[in-house]
Every structure is written in C-alpha cells, then in structure tokens.
C-alpha cells in the first residue's frame, strides 16, 4: 500500500512570508495528524483531525497556523506570517480509527528553513 | 505530568558492535510503547509496539524490553550495522480517551552514529 505522501520536501522562505504543505494520507485512514519536529526533538502534536473535523489543535498557534482537510482526504497545513522560530520539519502521519494498537504512519516530511 | 525521557541523547559505536537505548515514562495510564527509527530526511518507523503484559519484543537485529512496575523500556541493538545510524524515539500511548485518538507521547530520540 502507499504510505503517506508529503510535499514539497524542502522549503526555504524568508520571515513574515507564507507557506504551505500538502499531506495525502494513505487510503482508508479517518485520521490524520501534524506534527512539527525540531531538530535534536521529538514531534510535537500541531493538529489532529478525525476525518474532516478538529479532534485536537490545543498546540496549533493560531494567530499564525491554519490547517484544514476538505473532504475528509488530503490537508493543508499554512503558515502565515512565519518567524525564525517555525524553522522545523513538518511530518504528516495517518491512522486507522479505533485501538491503541494501531500505528501511526508518517510522511518523509516538509524541511522547511526561515532566513 | 505526561513525560517520555531518553537517554544517551546520542551514541556512537563502531560497526559490528552492541548497544543499548533507555526509556523511562511516567504516562500513566499505560496502554502500549513503541521505538521508532527515524533516518536522517526520513518520517519515523515503527520497530516494535509492547503492552502492559508483555516484556520483551524483537524484530530482527532489535529487541525492546518492558519493565510496567517501574516504568522503563530499553532498546538492544546487536551487532550494529551502518545503516542502523538514524534517531530512536520512544513513544508511548496512553491508556484513556486519547489512546482511542492515537495520541502518543514522544521522547527527543537518542541520535546513534555507527563508525565503520
């Protein structure tokens, strides 16, 4: 089965540009998850969706992160306007719903650089 | 509060050789562990998941130990090989509301380099 795609890999913007990532999770899976890795740290949560609702953006700034997954499928994850601070990479993951068994799959992520 | 710490922060070994990655946790209630490997420009992978009841997993070269009464698992690699230089990540689910979501805990990873 595919795995969970990601683009673009690499990003470089300048501060208080935008950006967007793009994240297609595998078929089948209701639940979908943002994370924002710093370099020498584990992921942190951003946003969790089951389906196409918000189960979970308790961590998501939202003075400057959106994120949305029309249809229940593929999302979207934007910054706007981004800081020095939001250097990182951004890992999509995906899930089946239901146990605590059940893993999740991640993307080979968005490298994203603030200048 | 919620927490997944590990240790060494990084590693380095020759090839060929053993080593051994430590996690300790106080998410409470428990339902599973799993170590992730994560290669560098890589998203993690899951190596091996672990209940409450069981105490020891292998998936080839990898074997995860369990110990639930005092909350620490470990991570044995034998006989390193080149390709196993990656980041390993401990993670744990909790056992409430948010093991049904897939919320996980994370730890930073331990960063291994091995040497040839």
């Known amino acids: 089965e595919a795995g969970v795609a990601q683009s673009p890999r690499y990003k470089i913007i300048e501060k208080r540009q935008s950006v967007a990532f793009w994240c297609n999770p595998i078929?089948?899976?209701?639940?979908l998850y943002w994370y924002q890795q710093i370099l020498g740290q584990g992921p942190k949560l951003l946003i969790q969706?089951?389906?196409?609702?918000?189960?979970?953006d308790s961590q998501l700034p939202k003075d400057r992160f959106s994120a949305e997954r029309l249809k229940g499928v593929d999302s979207t994850l934007k910054i706007q306007p981004a800081k020095l601070e939001d250097s990182a990479v951004y890992l999509c993951?995906?899930?089946?719903?239901?146990?605590?068994?059940?893993?999740?799959?991640f993307g080979p992520g968005t490298r994203l650089t603030v200048t | 509060k919620n927490q997944v710490e590990q240790s060494p922060q990084s590693l380095i070994i020759l090839e060929g050789k053993n080593c051994t990655l430590q996690?300790?946790?106080?998410?409470?209630?428990?339902?599973?562990l799993r170590w992730y490997k994560q290669d560098t420009g890589r998203g993690p992978v899951s190596l091996t998941i672990?209940?409450?009841?069981?105490n020891t997993k292998s998936n080839g070269r990898y074997t995860a130990t369990l110990d639930a009464d005092t909350k620490q698992s470990s991570l044995h690699i034998t006989a390193s090989q080149l390709s196993d230089s990656a980041s390993y990540i401990c993670?744990?689910?909790?056992?409430?509301?948010?093991?049904?979501?897939?919320?996980?805990?994370f730890g930073r990873g331990t960063q291994l380099t091995v040497w040839p």
């Open positions: 993951a995906s899930r089946r719903s239901g146990g605590a068994s059940y893993e999740q799959y």
């Open positions: 078929s089948g899976h209701a639940t």
């Open positions: 969706f089951q389906n196409n609702g918000v189960v979970d």
């Open positions: 996690c300790n946790y106080t998410v409470s209630p428990f339902s599973n």
């Open positions: 672990m209940t409450f009841s069981e």
């Open positions: 993670v744990v689910t909790p056992a409430d509301r948010g093991s049904t979501l897939g919320r996980l805990y």
